[in-house]
């Protein structure tokens, strides 16, 4: 690690290009003040001050930050062969070993999906140095770095467990970045950090070039199209399925996506001129998810098996002599005859959430791409028993989703492969607090550059109405629906509902931050049948 204080000189300035070929080989004391993690534990526990004055290492180059320099910093601890943690640990690392961040004890909740999403970009060469700094307090304690920390942990770990899947890293990953030394460890300091704006992945989106020729206005409204449908792409396409973290994908995974899916730019130009200013298309789906349906009819020719071979799967396997048709079905839905198929959405409204409707416009796709004339007959765009279930109320769900063929396998939900932090259920209390929070956000009306950029809202849903088991959402139904968890204090995650008690939902984790295979009660406010915008 570089000396504390040294200043930004030349090598801080650039990118990381590519990783840095040779991260030092032994871990030096974190900011050069302290001789061992012991002697900093020591003056931590003391309260004594180790970084009496602002100082800035630059970690650039090969003084690239290392996994162990960092486990230094964060105090890192792992369980021992006989275990002693008990419930009291951060998350479980690589080799199934409780951990615990003795430096770590002012900080924010810590998000193993997070960590986990940074430790992918930074595996697959997609970590970039910004110049925006790691922050340690005046005592030594981390009070912004558990996230990037542990995430460069976990790569290094995996790497260390199969160097040849990261052929990008020839040693050890390690990052460039630089680390503040010296902040005030006061509420009132620590309270400030990290309450920027996060980007959304439609603002990345909109400061790129991809629809640089278009007008502000609308290349706002296309990058907000895109951000959808990318997650629908993605979903559908099972590359959640294979990544290690399913229910997080950093801006730079969707761009990398994005990178090998470029027909969903011509894709969104599409949907967005049919959509007009009168909202034609998105008045009855989303357009980001239409935009996505698009992209999969028009390969919906596609073998699926060579679409996969790649490691990275991208375009160039894909065969889209059905592309004309595909744009001509969206066509043919604003200006056409399209009553069937508005008749069949407008019939399911009362539970017809993203993926219903995405169902039907499948329907009628499937209809119209083997038809010579482009007719649609209703009675195609009827669910079949299989394709439904009763909710215990006696309510109708949708239990199998229709594809478009090709690489389309439809938006199951993912599975994870490790388990996750187990965290503690919250008390009544919490609930409550907690779903009053969101009743009051939601009732803010934001407006003017602050207003977010949301699709246009399809046919008017149910409420969520007390002990009984529907919501906004649709219809739900115990051991059978698969739901998203969007709670503001947490990151995503999926689980299968087991019951509904009042304003409560009880799930078992399929994937994300709460350990896959656990159970946790949270309001059903935060419930919802699509993936979330990532925060």
């Not at 193993?112 to 790691?134: H, K, P, Q, T, V």
């Amino acid at each position: 690690m570089p000396k504390v204080g040294q200043k930004i000189g030349k090598s801080a300035a650039s990118t990381m290009a590519e990783p840095p070929k040779q991260p030092p080989a032994e871990p030096k004391p974190a900011g050069g003040s302290v001789a061992s993690w012991e002697k900093a534990k020591a003056k931590l526990n003391a309260g004594e001050v180790i970084h009496p004055q602002v100082k800035v290492s630059v970690c650039t180059g090969d003084n690239a930050l290392t996994a162990a320099q960092v486990k230094t910093l964060l105090g890192y601890q792992e369980d021992g062969e006989k275990p002693s943690f008990g419930a009291n640990f951060l998350f479980i690392n690589e080799a199934g070993r409780k951990v615990r961040l003795r430096n770590n004890m002012a900080n924010r909740p810590f998000t193993l999906s997070n960590a986990e999403m940074i430790a992918d970009d930074i595996l697959n060469g997609r970590w970039r140095f910004n110049c925006e700094n790691m922050i340690v307090g005046r005592t030594g304690l981390c009070l912004s770095i558990q996230h990037r920390g542990v995430g460069l942990i976990i790569a290094a770990d995996r790497w260390n467990a199969n160097p040849d899947k990261y052929p990008c890293w020839k040693t050890e990953p390690a990052i460039e970045t630089l680390i503040a030394f010296g902040a005030p460890e006061d509420d009132q300091t620590v309270n400030t950090i990290d309450t920027g704006k996060s980007r959304s992945l439609t603002e990345v989106i909109f400061r790129s070039d991809i629809f640089g020729e278009m007008p502000t206005k609308n290349r706002l409204r296309a990058a907000g199209i895109l951000h959808y449908a990318i997650m629908c792409a993605w979903g559908r396409t099972g590359a959640g399925l294979a990544a290690r973290s399913a229910s997080k994908r950093s801006h730079a995974k969707s761009l990398d996506f994005f990178s090998r899916h470029k027909r969903l730019r011509d894709a969104v130009l599409h949907i967005h001129e049919e959509n007009s200013t009168d909202n034609r298309i998105g008045a009855w789906i989303r357009l980001g998810t239409a935009a996505g349906l698009l992209y999969l009819m028009g390969c919906s020719t596609s073998e699926r098996s060579k679409y996969t071979t790649d490691e990275n799967p991208n375009e160039k396997s894909l065969d889209w002599s059905m592309w004309d048709r595909a744009c001509e079905f969206w066509v043919n839905f604003v200006s056409g005859d399209a009553s069937s198929l508005k008749d069949a959405v407008t019939k399911h409204a009362d539970y017809a959430d993203d993926n219903v409707r995405a169902a039907l416009f499948i329907k009628a796709w499937r209809e119209y791409s083997t038809s010579e004339n482009g007719f649609i007959n209703p009675k195609f765009l009827e669910f079949t028993n299989d394709e439904l279930g009763q909710a215990d109320n006696g309510e109708t769900i949708l239990l199998i989703h229709p594809t478009v063929d090709g690489i389309d396998v439809g938006p199951s939900p993912a599975e994870a492969d490790e388990a996750d932090l187990i965290a503690d259920d919250p008390t009544e209390a919490e609930i409550e607090e907690r779903a009053a929070a969101i009743k009051s956000q939601n009732g803010k009306k934001k407006v003017g550059k602050d207003a977010p950029v949301v699709e246009a809202p399809a046919a008017p849903t149910k409420g969520v109405k007390s002990g009984k088991q529907t919501g906004k959402y649709g219809s739900y139904k115990p051991g059978v629906t698969v739901l998203w968890v969007d709670d503001p204090k947490r990151e995503p995650w999926q689980g299968r509902l087991i019951k509904i008690d009042g304003n409560t939902a009880e799930l078992e984790v399929q994937t994300g931050h709460a350990g896959a295979g656990t159970k946790r009660k949270v309001p059903i406010t935060f419930c919802q049948p699509t993936q979330p915008e990532a925060k």
